[in-house]
């Protein structure tokens, strides 16, 4: 699968991973409708195995790979929610999966990957340092690199998140992804293309990393070099298969203030009662900035995750 | 329907209540079923409207009683869930919802019953005042007392989560529910002596408000008089219909300590993602500090409501 993921691929994903992730529930909240003056469909990835929609990419990339190629396992580097997700795909498949995990990542985010059996090699916290270690284990091991997101089988899995949304919500206007890395926004944007044409692709991002928005606008990559947002998620730069897919396939990326992101996470929590972590919250926190361009509409939200340290809340530390 | 209720009387709740509530999801972790070796099913009250089971009783209560009857509306005194779900019923029957409040009710609790259009009247933050106040409302108002538990139309009402999780999860050895005023945990063992008579009824209860065991293993009524928990759902005494109905139909009653809700709320946010309140988190505290009685089983545990202060969370207090 070396060309751009087409819908059959999406289809094949869908059905590849479907005994290994939970075909998570689509929920909606009168109160937050009645605050906004839409139509919310939250597609909550937040209660996807491993907490995130990450597992639909892992699980794809690990299954459509012959046992040949990964033999010697899997490999990645990760602070986050790939990480855990590529160890659990790893263990299903029973492969080694090796994660280099930057020495201050939180301890939530350890413990995961170590639950699922990964083997952890600590680096810098540094996008050198993290490159240099992933060489250096990739060569001792063997085992294949599994990008988190500038892949297509990682992106063909997480697209199949927006596939379900739209098989369980019929007529939505808008379609809504948080935007990082772009793999869950790529997938997204594939999905709605090939299934609901109709509807359009929304991204949002925090005004403190902003790369995609401006290298939307300006066409032209702009890497994330000093990204200052709550929503730890959504640090990185595009990548070169994420990037073609968003400029042909979204409408627009809006970009929110870090009170509105904190706002709206706690408004989710507080209205919906579930756990969504920051870069969840930055959808909802465009559509509270924007009150004109969702008005009336029909906004499905993928919620991308729920993992969050609770000891360790924004609206603790922001006072 | 001054006499208990039996499983037709519920059934017609069940029927008399579904276009106002929500059939709340089951959800289930493999995670905590790893961790406590049990096969664990979570009827999710935390996602009801007015985010607990109390708006089944209420809504059972004010549309099975006549016009006639609440044509000067309805009245109660709660600082809690039932306020809320209370002025939410009335507001459905288009009557007035008069609710007395202690002053020092979270802001949280006052806004929610305001949303719903209750009438607020503030008392001084003791029972006598309390009930005084409500005397007072009552005679100047007319309003029909809707009491939290001890009536048996919110008993009926409270039943029906239990009924909803039998007609959803087969074969559960142990259904439980915490146990404040009792009108949960009275509710939910005559819908299991009912619909699943193999299934025994545990209640959970936090020692340092343990008057509902005092009362179980007694024999003999116990007031709740100097309650200290963080679970301020489970202040309450039993009452007089609903202490029978438990005594002849749980099982046993089990007390969990401080430490334990605690750590089972924020278990239940980090692995579920999904907000509790502590009392939803006792049944599961009582699972973790009672490994051998629960391992193999398979056990329902009624969540009974998602409303938390965000700003004051357990585990930052109790550092």
């Known amino acids: 699968m070396n060309t751009l993921p087409n819908g059959e691929k999406i289809l094949e994903a869908a059905k590849r991973i479907s005994e290994y992730i939970h075909h998570t529930p689509v929920l909606s909240s009168n109160n937050l409708d009645e605050l906004t003056n839409s139509k919310l469909f939250f597609k909550c990835e937040n209660l996807q195995k491993a907490g995130a929609f990450k597992s639909r990419g892992a699980v794809n990339a690990v299954f459509s790979l012959s046992y040949k190629e990964i033999e010697n396992g899997v490999c990645t580097h990760s602070s986050g929610n790939h990480a855990a997700a590529l160890a659990r795909a790893a263990s299903l498949r029973k492969i080694k999966a090796h994660i280099v995990m930057p020495e201050n990542s939180s301890k939530v985010k350890i413990a995961a990957v170590k639950h699922?059996?990964?083997?952890?090699?600590?680096?810098?916290?540094?996008?050198?340092?993290?490159?240099?270690?992933?060489?250096?284990?990739?060569?001792?091991?063997?085992?294949?690199?599994?990008?988190?997101?500038?892949?297509?089988?990682?992106?063909?899995?997480?697209?199949?998140?927006?596939?379900?949304?739209?098989?369980?919500?019929?007529?939505l206007?808008?379609?809504?992804?948080?935007?990082?890395?772009?793999?869950?926004?790529?997938?997204?944007?594939?999905?709605?293309?090939?299934?609901?044409?109709?509807?359009?692709?929304?991204?949002?991002?925090?005004?403190?990393?902003?790369?995609?928005?401006?290298?939307?606008?300006?066409?032209?990559?702009?890497?994330?070099?000093?990204?200052?947002?709550?929503?730890?998620?959504?640090?990185?730069?595009?990548?070169?298969?994420?990037?073609?897919?968003?400029?042909?396939?979204?409408?627009?990326?809006?970009?929110?203030?870090?009170?509105?992101?904190?706002?709206?996470?706690?408004?989710?929590?507080?209205?919906?009662?579930?756990?969504?972590?920051?870069?969840?919250?930055?959808?909802?926190?465009?559509?509270?900035?924007?009150?004109?361009?969702?008005a009336t509409k029909r906004v499905g939200i993928i919620i991308s995750g729920g993992n969050v340290d609770l000891d360790a809340l924004p609206w603790f530390q922001k006072k």
């Open 116 to 171: 699922y059996g990964g083997i952890i090699t600590f680096c810098k916290p540094t996008l050198d340092s993290r490159e240099q270690t992933l060489e250096y284990v990739r060569r001792k091991t063997n085992a294949l690199e599994i990008h988190p997101y500038n892949n297509y089988k990682i992106i063909a899995g997480q697209a199949t998140a927006a596939l379900e949304l739209i098989n369980t919500i019929k007529d």
């Open 173 to 294: 206007n808008i379609i809504m992804a948080p935007v990082g890395g772009g793999g869950l926004l790529s997938g997204t944007a594939l999905s709605t293309s090939y299934f609901s044409p109709g509807t359009k692709v929304i991204a949002a991002e925090p005004k403190g990393a902003d790369d995609a928005y401006r290298s939307f606008v300006s066409k032209s990559f702009v890497p994330s070099l000093k990204p200052n947002t709550v929503a730890d998620g959504l640090l990185t730069s595009l990548g070169s298969l994420t990037f073609p897919i968003i400029i042909d396939n979204v409408h627009s990326i809006l970009t929110v203030k870090e009170e509105s992101i904190i706002k709206a996470m706690k408004l989710t929590w507080e209205r919906m009662k579930i756990i969504i972590e920051p870069s969840s919250a930055v959808p909802l926190a465009a559509v509270l900035e924007n009150h004109d361009l969702f």
